[in-house]
């Protein structure tokens, strides 16, 4: 339920959090327990649950490049960075509002765990 999720809260400014950049119905936010140096997460303000839901591919493209967008800005692009959806408990999903993670600063592991 919306009301309930803690990202629209934050998209709300309801509670806290150290916003990077907004616009354009997408807001990007520091994860409040970064596993990077960059640790950044790129919302929808309107809640989906998941990349599930998400039925339009245009705001899917525009969170991307809006994720592409805060990692020039937070100057990661050249060196690299990594864009990761968590989908659903196997996906490792915990938090049920659409979000990239944008992650950078140092070199990345493959394949994930
Ligand atoms: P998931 O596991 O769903 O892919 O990622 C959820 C992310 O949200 C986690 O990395 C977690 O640290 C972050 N997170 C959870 N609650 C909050 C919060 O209240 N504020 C911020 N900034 N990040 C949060
Ligand atoms: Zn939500």
């Given at each position: 339920?919306?009301?309930?999720?803690?990202?629209?809260?934050?998209?709300?400014?309801?509670?806290?959090?150290?916003?990077v950049?907004?616009?354009?119905?997408?807001?990007?936010?520091?994860?409040?327990?970064?596993?990077a140096?960059?640790?950044?997460?790129?919302?929808?303000?309107?809640?989906?649950?998941?990349?599930?839901?998400?039925?339009?591919?245009?705001?899917?493209?525009?969170?991307?490049?809006?994720?592409?967008?805060?990692?020039?800005?937070?100057?990661?692009?050249?060196?690299?960075?990594?864009?990761?959806?968590?989908?659903?408990?196997d996906?490792?999903?915990?938090?049920?509002?659409?979000?990239?993670?944008?992650?950078?600063?140092?070199?990345?592991?493959?394949?994930?765990?």
């Amino acid at each position: 339920m919306p009301g309930a999720c803690v990202f629209c809260k934050i998209a709300a400014g309801e509670i806290p959090a150290t916003m990077v950049k907004g616009g354009d119905g997408m807001l990007a936010f520091r994860d409040l327990n970064p596993q990077a140096p960059t640790h950044v997460l790129v919302i929808p303000t309107d809640h989906l649950a998941s990349l599930n839901d998400a039925k339009d591919p245009r705001l899917l493209g525009g969170l991307l490049a809006f994720a592409r967008e805060v990692a020039r800005a937070e100057g990661i692009a050249e060196r690299g960075y990594r864009v990761v959806v968590n989908t659903n408990p196997d996906g490792g999903q915990t938090v049920f509002h659409l979000h990239l993670h944008l992650l950078g600063g140092r070199p990345m592991k493959w394949p994930p765990g």
